[in-house]
């Protein structure tokens, strides 16, 4: 059983540039999730994708926009990047019903500086 | 608003001094009540997941209790391995199911 892939692991880019975050779910999960993690904080929730569609978003602005794809696998993209968007970015897999609903398996993270 | 807090922010034990780690939480329905475990630079690992007051897990030196306002992980005998964040975390009715509402985490130190 893989768990949670994420790439790249580290990226820096520039303000207003836009990034593209990927994720391998675990082997039998259905669902992704994304969070964004500053540093000293608990990850906030940005949103789920569950059949290719976004099923929950948390409160982050349209220029952060995700896929999920027929493999399950997904990306996070955003756009127009700011200072404040330097973060770690991680996923999360699990599935949407059943005894295990609502726990999440997370990758390492992808953290991203912006200057 | 739901909200989660945990205390205390750090902590710094001896190796074998016992503790508890407290989560208290303000929701408007809780389906579940969730603990991670979480390395400098790594993803948070999952521990436990609680969803009724009375209900206990336990992991090793690791248990994790809930009543209907808060939650405690109890360390025992801790050994310096167990240095690491701890998140806790509460998925509330109407909400989708990747969403879960985190703290800010307890930092745990232990000394050898």
């Known amino acids: 059983e893989t768990g949670v892939t994420q790439s790249p692991t580290h990226l820096i880019k520039t303000r207003g540039q836009q990034v593209t975050l990927r994720c391998s779910s675990q082997?039998?999960?259905?669902?992704v999730s994304w969070y964004q993690q500053a540093l000293g904080q608990g990850p906030q929730f940005i949103f789920q994708y569950y059949r290719e569609e976004e099923n929950g978003r948390g409160n982050f602005p349209p220029r952060f926009s995700g896929l999920q794809f027929p493999n399950y696998s997904s990306e996070l993209n955003v756009n127009a990047l700011e200072l404040d968007d330097s973060a770690l970015y991680l996923c999360?897999?699990?599935?949407?019903?059943?005894?295990?609903?609502?726990?999440?398996?997370f990758g390492e993270g992808s953290r991203l500086t912006v200057l | 608003e739901d909200q989660v807090t945990q205390s205390p922010e750090a902590l710094r034990l001896q190796e074998g001094e016992s503790s508890s780690l407290n989560c208290s939480y303000t929701?408007?329905?809780?389906?579940?009540l969730f603990w991670y475990r979480q390395d400098p630079g790594k993803g948070p690992e999952f521990l436990f997941t609680l969803y009724s007051a009375g209900e206990e897990k336990e992991k090793e030196r690791l248990k994790a209790t809930l009543t209907k306002k808060e939650s405690f992980l109890h360390i025992t005998a801790p050994k310096p391995e167990d240095s690491a964040t701890y998140l806790c975390?509460?998925?509330?009715?109407?909400?989708?199911?990747?969403?879960?509402?985190f703290g800010k985490g307890t930092k745990l130190s232990v000394k050898p």
């Open positions: 999360a897999s699990g599935l949407v019903a059943g005894p295990r609903a609502g726990e999440l398996f």
């Open positions: 975390a509460v998925l509330v009715y109407g909400g989708s199911q990747g969403n879960l509402i």
């Open positions: 929701v408007s329905g809780l389906r579940g």
């Open positions: 082997s039998g999960h259905n669902t």
